[in-house]
């Protein structure tokens, strides 16, 4: 009888053993934010749908003109699989679990709430869609039009005082004829922090808005998510609201891996490299606007007219990590797409396709194309490879057919750096400082991120170090799976021991 107490305490000691080795695997606490294919690499879109796609979302955010902190990752950018970024995010109390687009063009943080009108019920992303539920969460609570987080969403037209209730409320229409609307309730948002080499559990109130009505393309299941991840720079995006409780800094980067398999890094804090330049924000913009004033191919200025670049308020460059390509103003387009053209070597073949600008090519265009810099104020350039301003769509015989990825606004003088010149860079986001940096890295290695911390001590952590498939929900479940676990073993222990010793 101890012989066989003996073993079936040894086969659970091993099961248990088999099970935390997985649970290392599979659920470590990822300071490097995973970022998973959305779509399948079988499924590829059309150029002219690209280009309506990103027009729908500038129809959206330029209607609008007038400790660190880690949240896993999904989804990647592909321009001909298309995919997009997503986040989940765990609100109230008990936390319950939504995925939300990240979008550097829009503030609120924002999820379908419980009898919405219009909202998708399934989703073409196979992710399951959730409704939050203010009156099952023990720490929610309405916003009121006197809170000062309402006031602050008044001044920068991110909120509304509804005059049934008292309440804080919401109202965004988009230029594509969609919209949402809701109000503001305040709740936790349970995330976790990493310091050094350690990660601890937080919550911290926020307010975001509970959405009661979807129209549009909103309403379409094929991409459909629980919401939207603001990340923009006013007060009530949720890096303000953190930032503003000292959770975390004003800072948020990212590093976005351009091959086949995405992935990447996105992270509330600062990574920090030598190569990193910086160019100012333009002040007093509700988006990521830098002043762009030149582009160089081949080390040569383009006769391009400065005030072409500048910045209104329906005129500028954005950073807009939520486009899919790329697009110059108007007056910089035609003199751009000349000027490679002009400079590309002799083997390779121009051809018009549906009046894009596209090469024929035979071997890879490494050396075969010209490096472009844009260069901003403050002496920083940013340097384009070839894959940064070209995108392959198809083949011709034994030839691989190579396009302009970017793309013109007609009528419109708004350059857009999308997620095309956006990869396989580091970018940061120091809304403190009111500047933009970036640096040409290869994405799929590690990063470093510096925080400061309440104490003034600077924190750096090696986004390298942990796991990239972990989730904010195994980070909250898996110490309680663990605790049940070794408490298991005890009773198990003492129980043999009570019995057979």
Known sequence: MPALAAGILAVVVALVAIFLAQSAMVYGFPAALTLERAFPLSQRVEL??????????????????????????EGTYDPF??????????????????????????DVLWVSCSSCNGCPQSSGLRIPLNFFDPGSSSTAS????????CSLGVQSSDAACSSQGNQCVYTFQYGDGSGTSGYYVSDLLNFYIVTGSSTSNSSASIAFGCSISQTGDLTKSDRAVDGIFGFGQQDMSVISQLSSQGITPKVFSHCLKGDGGGGGVLVLGEIVHDDIVYSPLVPSQPHYNLNLQSISVNGK????????????????????????????????????????????????????????QCYLITSSVDGLFPTVSLNFAGGASMNLKPEDYLLQQNSIGDAAVWCIGFQKIQGQGITILGDLVLKDKIFVYDLAGQRIGWANYDCSMSVNVSTTTSTGKSEFVNAGQLSESGSIRTVFYDKLILSCIVTLLIHLSVLYTSLFL
């Open 48 to 73: 002219d749908e690209l280009k309506a796609r990103d027009r729908v979302r500038h129809g959206r955010f330029l209607q609008s003109l007038g400790g660190v902190v880690d949240f896993p990752v």
């Open 301 to 356: 200025v383009l006769s391009i007219d400065p005030e072409v670049f500048a910045t209104s308020t329906s005129r500028g460059t954005i950073v807009d990590s939520g486009t899919t390509l790329a697009y110059l103003a108007e007056g910089a387009y035609d003199p751009f797409v000349s000027a490679i053209t002009e400079a590309v070597s002799q083997s390779v073949h121009p051809i018009l396709s549906k009046g894009t």
């Open 81 to 106: 699989r298309v995919g997009l970024y997503f986040t989940r995010v765990l609100l109230g109390s008990p936390p319950r679990e939504f995925y939300v687009q990240i979008d550097t063009g829009s």
């Open 142 to 149: 309405l916003i009121s039009c006197s809170d000062q987080k």
